[in-house]
């Protein structure tokens, strides 16, 4: 009899359907930290950049339109030197965040 046909419908013992698990790994020997910094709210239309301090580097970033915003965001990205997180509201205000990491 073919596998396939010897199988359908069956249902395998638990043991047969489980994978062996990879040992833990290691602890790491240096932890990283990640903090969020915020830019300064920008002007109606202008940009808001959020840069990380010395030491930290970019991971990601993002964007809070002010209640005074009304439209899309134009723009929202790292900044040209990769050191903090960019945004533009099309109309109205934004506020960039930058989402920096460190390892201590």
Same mark, same amino acid.
């Given at each position: 009899m073919?596998?396939?046909?010897?199988? !359908?419908?069956?249902l395998l013992p638990a043991a047969v359907v489980l994978v062996p698990l990879l040992p833990a790994a290691a602890p790491a020997s240096a932890a990283e930290t990640a903090e969020v910094v915020s830019g300064p709210p920008s002007t109606p239309g202008g940009v808001s950049t959020a840069t990380c301090r010395p030491g930290t580097h970019l991971t990601g970033g993002g964007y @809070?339109?002010? =209640? *005074? +915003? *009304?439209? =899309? &965001? @134009? %723009?929202?990205? =790292? /900044? %040209? *030197?990769a050191t903090g997180w !960019? +945004?533009? %509201?099309?109309?109205? !205000?934004? &506020? +960039?965040? %930058? &989402?920096?990491? /460190?390892? *201590?």
């Amino acid at each position: 009899m073919h596998v396939s046909k010897a199988l !359908s419908g069956c249902l395998l013992p638990a043991a047969v359907v489980l994978v062996p698990l990879l040992p833990a790994a290691a602890p790491a020997s240096a932890a990283e930290t990640a903090e969020v910094v915020s830019g300064p709210p920008s002007t109606p239309g202008g940009v808001s950049t959020a840069t990380c301090r010395p030491g930290t580097h970019l991971t990601g970033g993002g964007y @809070r339109l002010q =209640p *005074d +915003a *009304d439209g =899309p &965001v @134009r %723009a929202s990205g =790292p /900044t %040209a *030197d990769a050191t903090g997180w !960019s +945004a533009q %509201a099309e109309r109205g !205000s934004v &506020v +960039a965040f %930058a &989402v920096c990491e /460190t390892e *201590d």
